[in-house]
Nanobody
Framework: QVQLVESGGGLAQAGGSLRLSCAAS????????MAWFRQAPGKEREFVAV????????DYADSVKGRFTISRDNAKYIVDLQMNSLKPEDTAVYYC??????????????????WGQGTQVTVSS
């Protein structure tokens, strides 16, 4: 089992920045691809970014590419999402997710086995 706890959400103005963190714990929690998803009110959960277990590969949704950066510190079992140039449409609950390294990195939320409880990000115009 892997437990994921997100932090760092809050309120930001358009053009501002926030940094989200996901702390992982449990059995061999470093051997997982880690992703961020988000869900806005009335919308389906959508992929934001993913990083491979080795941190050698990343993938981003087109809507955040060039503005968001995903990174991980395997020594501390932490995955971060640095969000810059925030837009009101980035407002959502952000979730951290994990899938074991032997399965492919994916944008499909159904691929992921473990989820955090989510953290709210609100961007005002």
């Amino acid at each position: 089992q892997v437990q994921l706890v997100e932090s760092g959400g809050g309120l930001a103005q358009a053009g501002g920045s926030l940094r989200l963190s996901c702390a992982a714990s449990g059995r061999t929690s470093r051997n997982y691809h880690m992703a961020w998803f988000r869900q806005a009110p009335g919308k389906e959960r959508e992929f934001v970014a993913v990083i491979s277990w080795s941190a050698g590969s990343t993938d981003y949704a087109d809507s955040v590419k060039g503005r968001f950066t995903i990174s991980r510190d395997n020594a501390k079992y932490i995955v971060d999402l640095q969000m810059n140039s925030l837009k009101p449409e980035d407002t959502a609950v952000y979730y951290c997710a994990a899938v074991i390294w032997s399965r492919p990195m994916a944008r499909d939320s159904s691929t992921y086995d473990y989820w955090g409880q989510g953290t709210q990000v609100t961007v005002s115009s």
